[in-house]
Nanobody, 126 residues
Framework: QVQLVESGGGSVQAGGSLRLSCVAA????????MGWFRQAPGKEPEGVAA???????VYVDSVKGRFTISQEIAKNTLYLQMNSLKPDDKSMYYC????????????????????WGQGTQVTVSS
């Protein structure tokens, strides 16, 4: 059974940094694509960053230049380095993984993923 466990969330002031981690357990092979999503109360879920099947990175415009997604395959861990955080980044962040082949923006679409973590809260104060 595949499990994704996120960590690294917390409370920071605007301009601060956080690094989220997602450990994938139970995979017989590495996930084909992985991504980070976020959802704030009363808002639709949003793809934040993803590694598609070709290991290309994809970012939503609002985080480009501030967030970096990376993966350490040996540790089965996905990361999201978040710098220059803004109050608008406040949200619950979720890690997702799939065995499907996803290219580019396909990796930013929630319904394309079949495994999800429990989420980690990020709060940014102004």
């Amino acid at each position: 059974q595949v499990q994704l466990v996120e960590s690294g969330g917390g409370s920071v002031q605007a301009g601060g940094s956080l690094r989220l981690s997602c450990v994938a357990a139970g995979y017989k092979t590495n996930p084909i694509a992985m991504g980070w999503f976020r959802q704030a109360p009363g808002k639709e879920p949003e793809g934040v960053a993803a590694l598609d099947s070709m290991r290309n990175t994809v970012y939503v415009d609002s985080v480009k230049g501030r967030f970096t997604i990376s993966q350490e395959i040996a540790k089965n861990t996905l990361y999201l380095q978040m710098n220059s955080l803004k109050p608008d980044d406040k949200s619950m962040y979720y890690c997702a993984a799939t065995d499907r082949s996803l290219r580019g923006v396909e990796a930013m679409i929630k319904v394309n993923y079949n495994y999800w973590g429990q989420g980690t809260q990020v709060t940014v104060s102004s």
